[in-house]
């Protein structure tokens, strides 16, 4: 099973900066990476697959990059919508998920 | 407007059985990869099992050989039979679906817990 590991656990941002979310795989998984984001009591949205396409609808401040087992997450400035968990999903070999970043207020 | 409604959560005592369904509008589950994916209490996302356009299905190790998925195209409507529930099987089980690996769309998620 392919191990993904999202750094950091929580990250704590003030509304207007960016932010860079981490994501290793335990081994390549090519491009076959996307990225969610669940706000409390929702359901997860996804923001990006193929490491870097952005989903329908998701805003340009969103962008994604990597390949192989390292890949970011970055929010070039924060919304108050964006405060919510973002999760890391590998689709190269089965399916697993990172274990989350939180983004909060500082 | 794509809309998936998930259906069947409740209690259950561990050993038992308990069907979750998933009607589907504005998008044909038989057409796409259809999956379940569950989040445990305060804890991530876990993908459960996926049924290919084509009818093949995968499980992960932790549901393989107690959970069973299918779909009915009549209905538009995705099934995940679970039997043999454990404690560890408490958490809110959502279908998320899509064209290829990556999951597009995603319902409200219906919980499951497991007590006794």
């Known amino acids: 099973e392919i191990v993904m590991t999202q750094s950091p656990a929580t990250l704590s941002v003030s509304p207007g900066e960016g932010a860079t979310l981490s994501c290793r795989a335990s081994q390549g998984v090519s491009s076959n990476l996307a990225w969610y984001q669940q706000r409390p009591g929702q359901a997860p949205r996804l923001l990006i697959f193929?490491?870097?396409t952005r989903a329908t609808g998701i805003p340009a401040r969103f962008s994604g990059s990597g390949f192989g087992t390292e890949f970011t997450l970055t929010i070039s400035s924060l919304q108050s919508e964006d405060f919510a968990v973002y999760y890391c999903q590998q689709y190269n070999s089965l399916w697993t998920f990172g274990q989350g970043t939180k983004v909060e207020f500082k | 407007e794509v809309q998936l409604v998930e259906s069947g959560g409740g209690l259950v005592q561990p050993g038992g059985s308990l069907r979750l369904s998933c009607a589907a509008s504005g998008f044909t589950v038989s057409n796409n990869y259809m999956n379940w994916v569950r989040q445990a209490p305060g804890k991530g996302l876990e993908w459960v099992s996926i049924i290919y356009s084509g009818g093949g299905t995968y499980y992960a190790d932790s549901v393989k050989g107690r959970f069973t998925i299918s779909r009915d195209s009549s209905k538009n409507t995705l099934y995940l039979q679970m039997s043999i529930l454990r404690a560890e099987d408490t958490a809110v089980y959502y279908c998320a679906g899509g064209v290829s690996g990556w999951y597009v769309y995603w319902g409200q998620g219906t919980l499951v817990t497991v007590s006794s």
């Open positions: 193929g490491a870097s």
